[in-house]
């Protein structure tokens, strides 16, 4: 099983930039599509981008379209979240885990997350 540590949340103005790091424990991490999530809040927990596991695919939320970008490192067992024109609306706590191919959707266990709080 793939062990998460999600970090580089933090506290930005709104229009900044952050960048989340996911780094994951096992010699498998390379085999899965990992995604990111997060939850607002009193929100459930949504989906926010996804990569395949060789990186040639990403899918993204709509509401993040064209202001965030998902990339991996498999070298270095690390999935990213380039975050820019963040907007206070994208504060909440973000996580990430192993998704399922055909549908994005999560498994394994969850992190303790890194919180992202976008002032305005």
């Known amino acids: 099983q793939v062990q998460l540590v999600e970090s580089g949340g933090g506290l930005v103005q709104a229009g900044g930039s952050l960048r989340l790091s996911c780094a994951a424990s096992?010699?498998?991490?390379?085999?899965?599509?990992m995604g990111w999530f997060r939850q607002a809040p009193g929100k459930e927990r949504e989906f926010v981008a996804a990569?395949?596991?060789?990186?040639?695919?990403?899918y993204y939320a709509e509401f993040v379209k064209g202001r965030f970008t998902i990339s991996r490192d498999n070298a270095k067992n690390t999935v990213y979240l380039q975050m820019n024109s963040l907007q206070p609306e994208d504060t909440a706590v973000y996580y990430c885990?192993?998704?399922?191919?055909?549908?994005?959707?999560?498994?394994?266990?969850w992190g303790q997350g890194t919180q992202v709080t976008v002032s305005s």
């Open positions: 990569i395949t596991w060789t990186g040639l695919s990403t």
């Open positions: 885990n192993t998704v399922r191919a055909i549908d994005r959707s999560p498994f394994g266990s």
């Open positions: 096992g010699r498998t991490f390379s085999s899965y599509a």
